[in-house]
């Protein structure tokens, strides 16, 4: 199963070293990623693979989610389909 995570918030060092070291921690494959920065604000997505993962879903986008709170940036993990749906409007 492919997921989308989203990271947005103010740029700063390590952001990403974070994001994927949690994510193969969890055994989450990185399949492709962007990213940018607009100014001081930092922009990433992931199409990530999480047939791997040793935790469902739900309970790696709660995490990710809390993580994101801890280094003061916004991150979402989402069912690609979801994802995909959201944005088809």
């Keep these: 199963m492919r997921a989308v995570v989203t990271v947005v918030g103010k740029d700063k060092t390590g952001i990403i070293a974070k994001v994927s ?27 990530v693979d999480m047939s791997g993962a040793s935790e469902q879903l739900s309970v790696i986008a709660t995490e990710c989610r809390e993580m994101g709170e801890k280094i003061g940036m916004s991150i ?14």
């Design 21 to 47: 070291a949690f994510l193969a921690e969890k055994g989450v494959n990185i399949l492709d990623i962007s990213q940018t920065i607009l100014e001081d604000y930092f922009a990433m997505i992931m199409l």
């Design 76 to 89: 979402h993990l989402q069912h690609e389909e979801i994802f995909n749906a959201m944005h088809s409007i």
